[in-house]
């Protein structure tokens, strides 16, 4: 019976394995979209009022960046998505708060 038993769990194992393997599925959308991302504007902004400078200390200013994307006729397009990620001596610095339009 301890046999039969290990069998069984070898052959689960065996037929799990491949189900748990890394994902080599290509993306649904390729390089064959021409797109083009604009930066809209760039304002430093403290308690919701637009200040002249950015300064990285201080922890109420934040930077409201707006981009547009736009296919190759010039128009926006939309449900794409765009990340970002900021690095500081190869670490991750800053975060980023999405607000899609």
């Given at each position: 019976m301890k046999i039969l038993w290990k069998s069984i769990n070898v052959i689960i194992i065996v037929?799990?394995?491949?189900?748990?393997?890394?994902?080599?599925?290509e993306p649904e959308d390729t390089?064959?979209?021409n797109y083009t991302l604009s930066l809209v504007f760039a304002n430093p902004v403290f308690n919701s009022?637009?200040?002249?400078?950015?300064v990285v200390d201080q922890p109420n200013i934040?930077?409201?960046l707006q981009f547009k994307l736009q296919d190759e006729t010039s128009?926006?397009?939309?449900?794409?998505?765009?990340?970002?990620?900021?690095?500081?001596?190869s670490s991750s610095?800053?975060?980023?708060?999405?607000n899609s339009i």
């Open positions: 037929a799990l394995l491949p189900q748990l393997s890394c994902d080599d599925r390089a064959d979209d009022v637009i200040v002249g400078e950015d934040k930077t409201h128009k926006p397009v939309s449900g794409k998505l765009i990340s970002f990620s900021a690095k500081r001596l610095y800053g975060s980023f708060d999405i």
